[in-house]
């Protein structure tokens, strides 16, 4: 069996002895043991872990090139292991990949948070066995002891609804074409064995579905992400866009709603707000080599907040993600507010420490498709990148029912300037949130292009009202040129940013460029 995540990424540099990872030299059943106790309770909902045998760790560091274990030891110790877990209550089985880095075989034990937790194992694999709940605490497995049993006992037969089985559902509810793609985006090996695999078996190695084979039932997370329309089963489990150009007092209202498995709502959700709604100023300053550059938003922090969004919101609440947008903020809605655990004045400074995670398995996913780290650093992560581009700071809100969780984060300063007539530089996004096309322009537009903007301004224009207002009967290079222009200013968008050939298609004003033509009259 392969994992379905690359070996690469849990020895990756940057990564460390967690919660999550725990790394062995040699074959240890009694220590490994109790830590598959502790990930299989799952005590923080962080999604369970990995056990990496064959690799020495200082200061949970692990050291390269591995040391390694040879094949005839690997087949021994997958023989001990089975012996071992037997004694887990409830019964409890991990899965096994033998892995290859560096020239050296490794073995790793996946131990995804369990279904029927807490977990018990023998404190020694002696005689008398003497029964014990492991739990994580940080880089470490320990004895649950005092409040900690207490909260144990709390967490008998509750799993985060993400990782429940979705009785309303079917294995051909989940679509292999999805899942072969998360494969190859996390290079994992299990992508070349999916081609031959049975469909359930597949799902079973990645813990997508459980149960019997005559009720084999996906779980949540799996139709969250491996399903064409995920909202079929959890309705409103989408993010809408919404803009309001007068701001929210005002008449109108443009929207853009995006479904579909979360990663890929989340990509375009960010691409959409990227391409119509980022801009970047450059200023000269007299005397200074130097131009002084910032953004009216920055990228960084709306990016982390939507995806903490997509992390913690609930999804049996029938609710959507918002992202609100006025002339002078972007406010990112969720639903439910933080846990009551988290004090009032603690959420207002963004010190927000869970103590437990929502969606254990959703986490797990963004983490291995590199869009959070988790570990609570996504709020000190906006607050950071509205303090490197000179924003305000950002502000975090939620009611004392605690029914939903604000991040807003204000405009430049600069940008409620009208001194500054234009935006002079506009970063784009072709195909994904990370490639970016740049050009910086000069302070004007062509008659061609003024034309275009004036056309957008009461309505979003479509091909037959351009050719209209133009009287021309196909697109001409001058026309194509000026829209193409407008684009990369950032002074107009598509209305269907992810299909642009669309007969639908319509090109609408940006915030930019209605600045733009307030300023130019």
Known sequence: MHLPISISNLLHDSVVESDRIEFKTDWNPEAILHTICAFATDFHNFGGGYIVIGIEEINGKPILPPRGISLSQIDKIQKELLRVCSFLKPAYTPIISIEEHQNKHLLVIWVPGGQTRPYSAPKALGKD????????????????KNDELKELVELTATVPFDDRLNHHATLQDIKLPLIQSFLKEV????????????LSDLCRQMAIVDGSNEYLKPRNFGLLF??????KFFPYAQIDVVYFPDNEGGDIIQEEIFKGPLDHQLRSALRHIRNSFISERILKIPGQAEAKRFFNYPYEAIEEALVNAVYHRGYDIREPIEVRINRSSISIVSHPGPDPSIKLENVKTGHMINRRYRNRRIGEMLKELGFTEGRGTGVPKIQTACKENGSPDPIFFTDDGRLSFWTTIGIHPEFLNDRVPTIVHQTT???????????TVEDTVTETELKLLQLCLKKPASRKDILIKFDHQIFSGNIRKALKRLKILGLISLTIADTPSSKNQRYRLTPAGEKFLKNYD
């Open 226 to 231: 491996f399903n064409d329309q995920p909202d």
């Open 129 to 144: 066995k003497e029964y014990k709940y492991f739990i994580r605490k940080f880089s470490s497995t320990v004895v649950a």
């Open 429 to 439: 996004v072709e195909d994904t949130v990370e490639d970016t096309v740049e050009d």
């Open 187 to 198: 290079g994992s090996k299990l992508l070349a064995e999916s081609h031959n695999m049975q």
